[in-house]
Protein backbone atom coordinates (compact mmCIF):
# COMPACT_ATOMS: atom_id res chain seq x y z
CA UNK A 1 0.00 0.00 0.00
CA UNK A 2 1.09 3.45 -0.70
CA UNK A 3 1.86 5.25 2.08
CA UNK A 4 0.61 9.26 1.32
CA UNK A 5 1.27 12.55 3.58
CA UNK A 6 -0.99 14.07 0.72
CA UNK A 7 -2.56 13.15 -2.15
CA UNK A 8 -1.31 12.06 -5.31
CA UNK A 9 -3.34 13.26 -8.55
CA UNK A 10 -2.26 10.76 -11.30
CA UNK A 11 -2.89 12.74 -14.50
CA UNK A 12 -3.49 11.38 -18.73
CA UNK A 13 -3.98 13.26 -21.86
CA UNK A 14 -5.15 12.82 -24.78
CA UNK A 15 -4.02 15.45 -26.84
CA UNK A 16 -4.13 16.63 -30.83
CA UNK A 17 -0.93 15.16 -30.83
CA UNK A 18 2.94 14.87 -29.24
CA UNK A 19 4.25 18.59 -29.99
CA UNK A 20 4.74 19.82 -26.34
CA UNK A 21 4.62 23.45 -27.62
CA UNK A 22 1.61 23.59 -30.65
CA UNK A 23 -0.82 20.24 -29.90
CA UNK A 24 -3.60 20.79 -27.06
CA UNK A 25 -5.10 18.75 -24.70
CA UNK A 26 -8.56 17.14 -26.05
CA UNK A 27 -9.06 15.01 -22.95
CA UNK A 28 -7.88 15.34 -19.31
CA UNK A 29 -8.11 12.34 -16.91
CA UNK A 30 -7.08 13.21 -12.72
CA UNK A 31 -7.27 10.50 -10.32
CA UNK A 32 -6.52 11.93 -6.81
CA UNK A 33 -5.95 9.25 -4.29
CA UNK A 34 -6.27 10.13 -0.74
CA UNK A 35 -3.72 9.61 2.15
CA UNK A 36 -6.78 7.43 3.54
CA UNK A 37 -7.08 5.58 -0.03
CA UNK A 38 -9.90 6.71 -1.02
CA UNK A 39 -10.16 8.36 -5.00
CA UNK A 40 -11.95 11.30 -6.54
CA UNK A 41 -12.08 11.79 -9.76
CA UNK A 42 -12.24 14.01 -12.34
CA UNK A 43 -12.11 14.08 -16.22
CA UNK A 44 -13.24 16.28 -19.05
CA UNK A 45 -13.94 16.73 -23.03
CA UNK A 46 -11.58 19.87 -23.97
CA UNK A 47 -12.34 21.84 -27.23
CA UNK A 48 -8.81 22.24 -28.43
CA UNK A 49 -9.43 25.17 -30.68
CA UNK A 50 -7.76 23.39 -33.67
CA UNK A 51 -8.29 20.34 -35.66
CA UNK A 52 -7.83 17.04 -34.04
CA UNK A 53 -5.35 15.25 -36.88
CA UNK A 54 -7.22 11.95 -38.07
CA UNK A 55 -4.18 9.96 -37.21
CA UNK A 56 -4.61 11.13 -33.48
CA UNK A 57 -8.21 10.07 -33.95
CA UNK A 58 -7.37 6.82 -35.10
CA UNK A 59 -5.41 6.03 -31.61
CA UNK A 60 -7.62 7.96 -29.23
CA UNK A 61 -10.91 7.71 -31.00
CA UNK A 62 -11.94 11.49 -29.98
CA UNK A 63 -13.17 13.17 -32.75
CA UNK A 64 -13.55 16.49 -33.58
CA UNK A 65 -17.52 16.49 -33.39
CA UNK A 66 -17.19 14.61 -30.18
CA UNK A 67 -15.55 17.97 -28.80
CA UNK A 68 -16.89 20.84 -30.83
CA UNK A 69 -19.62 21.58 -28.11
CA UNK A 70 -16.51 21.27 -24.87
CA UNK A 71 -15.72 23.55 -22.93
CA UNK A 72 -12.22 25.18 -23.61
CA UNK A 73 -8.90 24.29 -21.70
CA UNK A 74 -9.61 28.33 -20.41
CA UNK A 75 -12.57 27.61 -19.46
CA UNK A 76 -11.79 24.60 -16.85
CA UNK A 77 -8.21 25.72 -16.04
CA UNK A 78 -8.81 27.30 -12.85
CA UNK A 79 -11.20 24.23 -11.97
CA UNK A 80 -8.14 22.22 -12.94
CA UNK A 81 -5.80 24.10 -11.04
CA UNK A 82 -7.54 23.82 -7.55
CA UNK A 83 -8.53 19.38 -8.27
CA UNK A 84 -4.46 19.37 -8.16
CA UNK A 85 -3.79 21.58 -5.22
CA UNK A 86 -1.94 20.73 -2.25
CA UNK A 87 -1.10 17.11 -4.23
CA UNK A 88 2.02 15.59 -5.64
CA UNK A 89 2.13 14.64 -9.11
CA UNK A 90 1.59 11.01 -11.08
CA UNK A 91 1.07 9.46 -14.25
CA UNK A 92 2.58 7.33 -17.16
CA UNK A 93 5.64 9.04 -18.68
CA UNK A 94 4.02 12.04 -17.05
CA UNK A 95 7.28 13.62 -16.41
CA UNK A 96 8.00 13.74 -20.39
CA UNK A 97 4.28 14.11 -21.57
CA UNK A 98 1.31 15.20 -19.77
CA UNK A 99 3.15 17.07 -16.96
CA UNK A 100 4.87 19.49 -19.96
CA UNK A 101 1.92 19.48 -22.08
CA UNK A 102 -0.71 20.19 -19.08
CA UNK A 103 1.60 23.02 -17.91
CA UNK A 104 2.02 24.80 -21.39
CA UNK A 105 -2.12 25.05 -21.28
CA UNK A 106 -1.33 26.62 -17.90
CA UNK A 107 0.67 29.17 -19.66
CA UNK A 108 -1.23 30.27 -22.52
CA UNK A 109 -4.08 31.18 -19.83
CA UNK A 110 -1.89 33.02 -18.17
CA UNK A 111 -2.62 31.32 -15.04
CA UNK A 112 0.32 31.57 -12.21
CA UNK A 113 0.61 27.12 -11.46
CA UNK A 114 3.57 26.49 -9.47
CA UNK A 115 4.55 22.81 -9.27
CA UNK A 116 7.85 23.63 -7.62
CA UNK A 117 6.82 21.68 -4.10
CA UNK A 118 5.11 18.87 -5.98
CA UNK A 119 6.75 15.35 -6.32
CA UNK A 120 6.51 13.38 -9.62
CA UNK A 121 6.07 9.93 -9.63
CA UNK A 122 6.42 8.62 -13.08
CA UNK A 123 5.25 5.26 -13.28
CA UNK A 124 7.24 4.72 -16.42
CA UNK A 125 10.91 5.97 -15.24
CA UNK A 126 10.07 2.92 -12.46
CA UNK A 127 9.18 0.12 -14.72
CA UNK A 128 12.81 1.28 -16.70
CA UNK A 129 14.80 1.68 -13.75
CA UNK A 130 13.74 -1.65 -11.79
CA UNK A 131 13.44 -3.78 -15.38
CA UNK A 132 16.66 -2.22 -17.21
CA UNK A 133 16.11 -1.80 -20.87
CA UNK A 134 19.87 -3.36 -21.85
CA UNK A 135 20.75 -6.10 -24.08
CA UNK A 136 21.62 -8.06 -20.74
CA UNK A 137 18.47 -7.57 -19.33
CA UNK A 138 16.75 -8.52 -22.78
CA UNK A 139 19.17 -11.86 -22.74
CA UNK A 140 18.22 -12.57 -19.46
CA UNK A 141 14.42 -11.82 -19.88
CA UNK A 142 14.08 -13.60 -22.80
CA UNK A 143 16.50 -16.62 -23.22
CA UNK A 144 17.00 -17.05 -19.48
CA UNK A 145 20.80 -16.82 -19.30
CA UNK A 146 23.19 -14.51 -18.19
CA UNK A 147 25.07 -12.80 -21.28
CA UNK A 148 28.65 -13.43 -20.64
CA UNK A 149 31.43 -11.10 -22.16
CA UNK A 150 29.04 -8.59 -22.56
CA UNK A 151 30.07 -5.56 -24.99
CA UNK A 152 32.27 -7.65 -26.87
CA UNK A 153 30.89 -6.40 -30.54
CA UNK A 154 30.74 -10.59 -31.57
CA UNK A 155 29.11 -11.61 -28.46
CA UNK A 156 26.33 -9.06 -28.21
CA UNK A 157 25.30 -9.06 -31.93
CA UNK A 158 24.89 -13.25 -31.15
CA UNK A 159 22.85 -12.68 -28.03
CA UNK A 160 20.64 -10.18 -29.83
CA UNK A 161 19.92 -12.32 -32.71
CA UNK A 162 19.22 -15.02 -30.10
CA UNK A 163 16.90 -12.87 -28.32
CA UNK A 164 15.08 -11.80 -31.36
CA UNK A 165 14.28 -15.94 -32.10
CA UNK A 166 12.84 -16.32 -28.56
CA UNK A 167 10.81 -12.70 -29.19
CA UNK A 168 9.34 -14.64 -32.41
CA UNK A 169 8.64 -17.78 -30.05
CA UNK A 170 6.96 -15.63 -27.56
CA UNK A 171 5.08 -13.22 -29.14
CA UNK A 172 3.07 -14.80 -32.26
CA UNK A 173 1.69 -12.01 -33.40
CA UNK A 174 5.15 -10.96 -34.80
CA UNK A 175 5.10 -13.38 -37.24
CA UNK A 176 8.22 -15.19 -38.34
CA UNK A 177 9.18 -12.25 -41.16
CA UNK A 178 10.86 -9.20 -41.78
CA UNK A 179 7.78 -7.79 -42.93
CA UNK A 180 5.38 -9.58 -40.35
CA UNK A 181 7.67 -8.06 -37.41
CA UNK A 182 7.65 -4.52 -38.88
CA UNK A 183 3.69 -4.90 -39.21
CA UNK A 184 3.33 -5.57 -36.13
CA UNK A 185 5.48 -3.15 -33.84
CA UNK A 186 5.24 -0.32 -36.59
CA UNK A 187 8.30 0.82 -38.94
CA UNK A 188 9.14 3.79 -38.29
CA UNK A 189 10.13 6.57 -41.33
CA UNK A 190 13.07 8.11 -40.87
CA UNK A 191 14.80 10.95 -42.61
CA UNK A 192 18.17 11.58 -40.78
CA UNK A 193 19.30 9.20 -38.75
CA UNK A 194 20.18 11.91 -35.65
CA UNK A 195 16.32 12.68 -36.43
CA UNK A 196 16.66 16.31 -36.43
CA UNK A 197 13.96 16.35 -38.86
CA UNK A 198 10.66 14.39 -39.01
CA UNK A 199 7.45 13.76 -40.82
CA UNK A 200 4.26 15.56 -39.43
CA UNK A 201 0.81 13.72 -39.69
CA UNK A 202 0.49 15.04 -43.66
CA UNK A 203 3.99 13.20 -43.77
CA UNK A 204 5.47 16.86 -44.69
CA UNK A 205 9.20 17.24 -42.95
CA UNK A 206 9.56 19.14 -40.56
CA UNK A 207 12.14 20.20 -37.72
CA UNK A 208 12.47 18.11 -34.70
CA UNK A 209 14.44 20.51 -32.64
CA UNK A 210 15.03 24.33 -31.93
CA UNK A 211 13.19 27.37 -32.07
CA UNK A 212 11.33 25.97 -35.12
CA UNK A 213 10.19 22.66 -34.24
CA UNK A 214 7.16 21.26 -35.87
CA UNK A 215 7.65 23.50 -38.28
CA UNK A 216 7.93 22.66 -42.30
CA UNK A 217 11.54 22.32 -43.17
CA UNK A 218 10.48 23.98 -47.03
CA UNK A 219 8.78 27.02 -45.54
CA UNK A 220 11.39 27.66 -43.12
CA UNK A 221 14.13 27.30 -45.69
CA UNK A 222 11.72 29.29 -48.02
CA UNK A 223 11.36 32.31 -45.63
CA UNK A 224 14.77 31.94 -43.43
CA UNK A 225 17.61 30.71 -46.35
CA UNK A 226 20.37 31.61 -44.00
CA UNK A 227 18.79 29.13 -41.40
CA UNK A 228 20.30 26.40 -44.04
CA UNK A 229 23.76 28.20 -43.96
CA UNK A 230 23.69 28.10 -39.93
CA UNK A 231 22.87 24.82 -39.89
CA UNK A 232 25.55 23.52 -42.57
CA UNK A 233 28.20 25.16 -40.68
CA UNK A 234 26.82 24.36 -37.49
CA UNK A 235 27.70 20.96 -35.32
CA UNK A 236 25.18 18.50 -36.92
CA UNK A 237 25.86 14.99 -38.61
CA UNK A 238 26.84 14.65 -42.04
CA UNK A 239 24.11 12.61 -42.99
CA UNK A 240 21.61 15.79 -41.27
CA UNK A 241 23.54 17.97 -43.46
CA UNK A 242 22.80 15.65 -46.73
CA UNK A 243 19.34 15.34 -45.70
CA UNK A 244 19.17 19.79 -45.27
CA UNK A 245 20.80 19.78 -48.86
CA UNK A 246 18.32 17.82 -50.51
CA UNK A 247 15.13 19.78 -48.86
CA UNK A 248 17.14 22.78 -49.75
CA UNK A 249 17.41 21.64 -53.15
CA UNK A 250 13.83 20.43 -53.56
CA UNK A 251 12.66 23.91 -51.93
CA UNK A 252 14.59 26.04 -54.63
CA UNK A 253 13.37 24.18 -57.27
CA UNK A 254 9.64 24.65 -56.54
CA UNK A 255 10.09 28.25 -56.32
CA UNK A 256 11.84 28.14 -59.73
Known sequence: ????????????????????SSDRIIEIAIV???????????R??????????????????????????APTFKQVAN????????????????????????????????LDVDLTDRRMIDVQHIFYTMEPR???AAYKFYCQKEL???????VDIQATIDVL?????????????VDSILSAIGEEKIIDYARRFSYNEKGVEVFNFGKYKGRSVAEVLKSEP???????????????????????????????
Open 165 to 177: YAQLDRYSQLGNS
Open 134 to 136: TLS
Open 226 to 256: QYYDWMMKGDFPLHTKQKLTELFNRTLLKNN
Open 44 to 69: KLLNPEMPIPEASSAIHGITNDMVKD
Open 148 to 154: VNAHSAE
Open 1 to 20: MLQLSRPVCFIDLETTGINL
Open 79 to 110: EIKQFLENSDLGGYNSNRFDIPILMEEFLRTG
Open 32 to 42: KVMPDQTRQTK
